[in-house]
């Protein structure tokens, strides 16, 4: 979780609230879970979620 947020300059927190957000819509499919602890995430769809949520707060303002 910690090197997604260096990667896109979050804090530490943002990342646990973006894959619940993930979870919820249809950017599930970035999010695999091999195991009970372990959770991969697509970088690539982590982008494009991060870029979702900025057009939606662009189109709100």
Same mark, same amino acid.
């Given at each position: 979780? *910690? %090197? $997604? =947020?260096?990667?896109?300059? &979050? &804090?530490s $927190?943002a990342? &646990?609230?973006?894959?619940t957000?993930? /979870? /919820? #819509?249809?950017f599930? +499919?970035y999010?695999? !879970?091999? =195991?009970? %602890? /372990?959770?991969?995430? &697509? +970088?690539e769809g982590? %982008? =494009?979620?991060l870029? *979702?949520?900025? %057009?939606l !707060?662009? =189109? #709100?303002?």
């Amino acid at each position: 979780m *910690y %090197k $997604i =947020s260096f990667i896109f300059n &979050n &804090n530490s $927190i943002a990342p &646990n609230n973006d894959l619940t957000e993930m /979870r /919820r #819509t249809e950017f599930n +499919v970035y999010i695999l !879970r091999p =195991s009970h %602890k /372990r959770v991969y995430i &697509n +970088v690539e769809g982590y %982008k =494009s979620f991060l870029e *979702y949520k900025q %057009k939606l !707060r662009e =189109s #709100t303002i």
